[in-house]
């Protein structure tokens, strides 16, 4: 499905995607669930430089972009703690690609997002100050997971990646002490019963910027199929309570992913990006309105929201949504806050 592109001059920063590969062999290595994320790994094994680009030139304007770990390229010869230092490489030697101006003026990867496994406390400095030093002068912050349920249907694969309570773990809280004087920031990915953890945690790390992915990911699934709607209070209450930290911001997206309920497999015909931001909306108008426009940011999560959108029908959505923002707000949602938290420079 092709739509036209909606205010295609207005400038985006895209502050989260990912890119990798998943070669054949690493795919058959992996359970087969049927599950949407399951989907997304096995219609979607390669998303590079020229994946991106091809998102990318599809009509919007994106100026730069924020590469989120996604645990690709990993050393193999590395200590367990070193291991990530092997995503920071690639990711920053295909940000040198893209800022040679050979694929054009957009500056992908213009600031990276790694991970570190903070459950070794202090010792995750030397790990810090590793990716640092790899990472070119690109390196902004660390994204470390705590999505769990205690139903396997919620997350699929990723189902025991994460023990409950992550966020609240004394180790793990030894670790994100390292971050603020390393000037570093976190990105937060968890599910929406759990935003109460991160509140506990931006609460006890004021000084340090904490950025909430995907609105707090609704859940719509396993043991929560049916209920999305009846739970929409209980998630909008608890993000006004996370609002009250002045250290927080919130991606505005991640909804495509399977874990709202909105679509059931990748194979599925697209919606136009009307039907898209009339279920989103909810969520964002929610998250603005508590934040304000310069601590939310509107993301592309991709390529994960391809299990649910095109990447030109996800900023259309977007810009929808947005209709009756003024020019200075639109700026903050799609570039300003993102560039402002990441501390991108742009063109």
Aim: charged letters at 25%; glycine letters at 8%; hydrophobic letters at 40%.
């Amino acid at each position: 499905m092709t739509e036209p592109i909606l205010e295609p001059e207005l400038p985006i920063v895209d502050p989260h995607h990912h890119l990798w590969d998943r070669p054949p062999a690493l795919l058959k290595q992996m359970p087969p669930l049927e599950h949407g994320f399951m989907d997304i790994l096995r219609n979607i094994p390669r998303y590079l430089l020229d994946e991106y680009l091809a998102d990318l030139r599809s009509g919007h304007n994106i100026r730069a972009t924020v590469f989120i770990e996604c645990r690709a390229m990993y050393r193999a010869d590395a200590a367990d703690a070193f291991k990530s230092i092997g995503e920071i490489e690639f990711v920053n030697g295909i940000a040198a690609m893209s800022a040679s101006g050979l694929y054009g003026d957009v500056r992908i990867a213009a600031g990276i997002v790694g991970h570190v496994d903070l459950r070794i406390g202090r010792a995750a400095e030397d790990v810090l100050r590793a990716q640092i030093a790899a990472g070119g002068g690109r390196v902004r912050g660390i994204r470390h997971s705590a999505s769990h349920d205690d139903d396997p249907a919620v997350l699929g694969p990723l189902a025991t990646r994460n023990p409950p309570g992550l966020y609240r773990d004394a180790a793990f809280r030894e670790g994100f002490r390292t971050l603020h004087p390393l000037g570093l920031s976190f990105d937060a990915w968890l599910l929406e019963p759990q935003i109460p953890d991160l509140i506990d945690l931006a609460h006890a790390f004021p000084e340090t910027t904490i950025v909430m992915d995907h609105v707090g990911t609704p859940l719509g699934i396993g043991r929560y199929a049916g209920t999305r709607d009846a739970r929409f209070p209980i998630w909008r209450t608890q993000v006004q309570k996370l609002a009250d930290c002045p250290n927080v911001q919130v991606k505005l997206g991640g909804l495509p992913m399977p874990f709202g309920g909105w679509r059931e497999r990748m194979s599925g015909p697209d919606e136009d990006s009307q039907t898209l931001a009339s279920w989103w909306k909810p969520y964002i108008e929610t998250c603005i309105d508590a934040f304000g426009v310069h601590r939310c940011m509107f993301e592309s999560n991709f390529p994960v929201d391809r299990f649910g959108a095109t990447y030109p029908a996800v900023w259309n959505a977007f810009k929808r949504i947005a209709a009756g923002y003024s020019a200075e707000e639109k700026t903050a949602l799609f570039s300003g806050t993102a560039a402002r938290v990441y501390r991108l420079r742009l063109n």
